[in-house]
């Protein structure tokens, strides 16, 4: 692949983990903040829009970085690599916890706010276990980046 086309796929694969990791993040502090309201349907509906937020922005974000670092890797690199084959091995974990865990959880914790109320104590309990790993997934994607940084 010529410089121009590998450049413009690098520029996507960057964009697309600026959205993942930064949406990520900037979840963290959203939920940080609405469990720290004073109102107490803040925090369910907070976790309302992040849980959106996955299936609509950071899931199909995470398929197009995965994509672009497909081919990135066959044009100018090697599967064999440490820092790819890990990069894709933690890419991997990332989503198979969102598919498995956030997403059926997430699920579970919004019937309990629905049926139980913003006050649930469950469904604060199970929310505040999402936002525990979401937290790990956090510092996966950190990790993820310094790997393409790096090179090690």
């Given at each position: 692949m010529s410089d121009l086309p590998y450049t413009l796929v690098k520029y996507v694969h960057v964009l697309a983990a600026m959205v993942w990791v930064g949406g990520v993040f900037y979840s963290q502090v959203l939920?940080?903040?609405?469990g720290k309201a004073d109102d107490p349907a803040e925090l369910p509906r907070t976790a309302r829009?992040?849980?959106a937020l996955g299936l609509r922005i950071f899931l199909p974000t995470a398929i197009l970085l995965f994509i672009a670092g497909l081919i990135l890797v066959i044009s100018r690199w090697q599967f064999s690599a440490l820092w790819v084959s890990v990069s894709m091995a933690t890419w991997l974990v990332l989503v198979l916890i969102g598919?498995?865990?956030?997403?059926?959880?997430?699920?579970?914790?919004?019937k309990l706010f629905a049926t139980e109320g913003p006050t649930s104590v469950a469904a604060r309990e199970g929310l505040a276990r999402i936002f525990l790993v979401t937290r790990l997934q956090l510092v996966l994607l950190a990790f993820v980046v310094f790997l393409m940084v790096a090179k090690p």
């Open positions: 939920a940080w903040r609405a829009a992040i849980g598919a498995l865990y956030l997403g059926p959880n997430g699920e579970k914790v919004g």
